[in-house]
């Protein structure tokens, strides 16, 4: 049987590469993810995206019929229309254990900036004014003992709240679902509500409010989880002592943001993943998704299982790859035309 095509938008390592060779052929965009790149994966059975590459039902087609999965080089699919795949028998995968440790890092490092001041001194002296006196200055925030509210405790923030809780943080978290006991193991205090844990948070990754004046905010997760017209209310107000994001909506945001121009905000391009071991990891991971589906074998980060139950995991990425055609699942579930009738779970 021939072997499965690949298609990615950026150069994949050695080690990504090596988890294919035998199964699959891999080609590389010549135009990348934000041009129209569809032509050039239209022979192909698999992509490979970033989190920032839309992928709609349009785009589906216009990449062809061959298309049975799509694997997402971190964590986020909302750019990837899941009830559009799955219609069309197409498996959605991602790399949810990728990120964890950069992200966690990122998270951090922007709360330590933020409550140090760090960039505001820099700017300070980067703009040609005179050394400051300290008298001058609003100061920093010692986070040692402060109260760190988390708005979930999966993945990355139970790995943020690891890192904080050796700062000497008090760590809460509102995630209804955690189960009590593992939020004991991770020594963290779980709270039922948003509403009781803003208000006892000084640094948080929530909402505004809520919060006690002077608290600082954090969002490396989605922009869209923070109004950003009542952010910029809540820091010119002095409500919040100041804001720290990696993440806006929409995105890119526009480039002369007011968020950018305030002196105590703290903003990065969505870089929080960015690093040379998380990206090694992500692909390795999705090329580890992608080979588990070309050798028929349900893949362990499906997003869309529906899909694999409609299949009944059948030679997804091969011989159904060739006709277009996927069968039938012993769950009922039936498909024509290589479109799966029934809707997403």
């Not at 569809?38 to 019929?65: C, H, K, L, N, S």
């Not at 219609?87 to 959605?92: A, K, N, P």
């Not at 002369?256 to 690093?275: A, D, K, Q, R, Y």
Request: net charge negative; aromatic share 4%.
């Amino acid at each position: 049987m021939a072997q499965a095509h690949v298609w990615t938008g950026r150069v994949l390592q050695p080690e990504a590469l090596a988890v294919l060779e035998g199964l699959a052929t891999v080609s590389i965009s010549s135009v990348g993810e934000r041009n129209d790149w569809y032509a050039e994966a239209a022979t192909a059975d698999a992509i490979m995206v970033t989190g920032q590459t839309f992928v709609t039902g349009e785009v589906m087609d216009r990449i062809g019929p061959r298309l049975r999965i799509i694997a997402r080089t971190g964590i986020g699919v909302d750019r990837i229309d899941l009830e559009a795949a799955t219609r069309r028998g197409i498996m959605v995968v991602n790399t949810p254990d990728g990120p964890t440790e950069s992200t966690a890092e990122h998270t951090i490092a922007l709360l330590l900036n933020l409550c140090k001041r760090v960039m505001s001194g820099d700017r300070i002296l980067r703009s040609g004014r005179p050394f400051p006196s300290l008298s001058d200055l609003t100061p920093g925030f010692e986070v040692c003992g402060a109260v760190l509210g988390l708005v979930g405790l999966g993945r990355i923030g139970s790995r943020v709240a690891a890192i904080a809780q050796v700062l000497g943080m008090k760590v809460m978290a509102f995630d209804p679902f955690v189960a009590p006991e593992r939020a004991r193991m991770l020594g963290v205090e779980l709270v039922p509500s948003l509403a009781e844990l803003l208000p006892r948070a000084q640094v948080d990754t929530g909402t505004l409010r809520l919060m006690p004046r002077g608290s600082y905010l954090i969002n490396v997760a989605r922009g869209a989880l923070i109004d950003e017209v009542a952010l910029l209310d809540a820091l010119r107000s002095g409500h919040l002592a100041g804001t720290a994001l990696d993440v806006y909506d929409p995105e890119p945001p526009m480039t002369n943001h007011p968020l950018f121009t305030l002196p105590n905000t703290i903003c990065t391009p969505h870089i929080g993943s960015h690093t040379a071991a998380s990206v090694l990891r992500m692909q390795v991971m999705a090329c580890e998704q992608i080979a588990s589906a070309i050798r028929g074998e349900r893949p362990t980060n499906l997003v869309n299982a529906q899909v694999w139950r409609a299949s009944a995991g059948a030679q997804v990425l091969g011989e159904a790859s060739a006709t277009g055609d996927i069968n039938g699942g012993d769950d009922g579930s039936a498909a024509m035309d290589g479109k799966v009738c029934s809707g997403l779970l």
